[in-house]
């Protein structure tokens, strides 16, 4: 009897071990550089298997206060977030930066902003969170088979970044510098320059490892320009927002050489009069057949590439 007793025991110990490591949304932080931490999120599509943990977020520590880079894509995985770092400083958080207006880099914002956070973005962003906040709330969701209205839209956020301005703010010994990228993967793109780090929250203006994604709402032309403009940060080092950190140079392939193809091609289609299905079929991607999620976003990126440069007038 002791015995049968003791097996259900060890039995019903290991269920809760499993179940609580099976709710973990979050692995632990890595330590990217001397004040800055960084959730590096695996490749793919938003799943309930992955809670929609697939992108980077990080934050970083200062003498007197923490900013968080991107809440995440639920309340839950912020709640995660803020735990870890409390665990980890008892240091207040004073700011959070939303680098885009996609869904998983804002939809975290209201536990932040109940910590005491002051919520920081772009203004083209906060416009587009404003329009799209409902729709993407529907979509999460429906990707994590929750109920219809489990997930709720953010309140808009507190401070905004104006178009091709930059933001300074002082978290004691490390100064943050904000600069508004302009219209890249989404529009009001922010990159966040930590100093004396030498490092920089690039968000969704690199990617490495993953093919990026040309949404109707990027800009092929401004995001090779906000590549540019990186180069003038002098980063040692820079976090995506999907991949590995790494010095510029790591993502030169899978975001400048792509994002440059790409417009050469569709360029030279529009201006030649080349129908859209001749464009697409006839761009040759295959030095980047080997990135993750190429099967996926390949036929769509060349196709919102042919839109955007039929509007630009090539």
Not at 100 to 105: A, F, G, H, T
Not at 243 to 264: E, I, S, V
Not at 277 to 293: H, V
């Amino acid at each position: 009897m002791q015995t049968k007793l003791l097996v259900v025991i060890i039995s019903y110990g290991l269920l809760l071990l499993t179940n609580s490591a099976q709710a973990r949304i979050l692995p632990e932080p890595q330590q990217i550089s001397s004040h800055t931490w960084a959730w590096i999120g695996p490749y793919g599509p938003p799943s309930k298997t992955n809670q929609g943990f697939r992108m980077n977020m990080g934050f970083v520590v200062g003498k007197n206060a923490i900013a968080i880079i991107d809440s995440g894509y639920t309340p839950a995985m912020a709640k995660e977030m803020l735990q870890q770092i409390k665990d980890f400083t008892p240091k207040p958080i004073k700011y959070v930066i939303n680098t885009n207006s996609q869904p998983d880099r804002y939809f975290g914002n209201d536990v932040f902003r109940q910590a005491g956070a002051i919520i920081i973005t772009a203004q083209a962003s906060a416009v587009r969170m404003q329009e799209n906040g409902a729709q993407f709330a529907a979509s999460i969701a429906t990707t994590l088979h929750s109920a219809k209205n489990s997930i709720p839209v953010p309140a808009p956020p507190t401070q905004l970044i104006d178009a091709g301005k930059s933001l300074a703010l002082d978290l004691g010994e490390v100064q943050l510098m904000i600069h508004d990228m302009g219209h890249t993967h989404t529009r009001g793109s922010l990159v966040v320059d930590v100093q004396p780090d030498s490092t920089v929250f690039a968000g969704d203006v690199l990617y490495g490892g993953r093919l990026l994604a040309v949404l109707p709402d990027s800009h092929v032309k401004s995001w090779l320009a906000a590549y540019q403009r990186l180069r003038q940060l002098n980063a040692a080092l820079l976090i995506p927002g999907h991949g590995q950190a790494g010095p510029l140079a790591n993502f030169d392939h899978a975001t400048q050489a792509y994002l440059t193809a790409l417009k050469t091609h569709m360029d030279k289609a529009v201006h030649d009069g080349v129908e859209i299905n001749r464009a697409i079929d006839s761009f040759d991607d295959t030095a980047w057949q080997s990135l993750a999620n190429y099967k996926e976003l390949s036929h769509r990126n060349a196709y919102n590439a042919y839109l955007q440069s039929q509007e630009d007038g090539f």
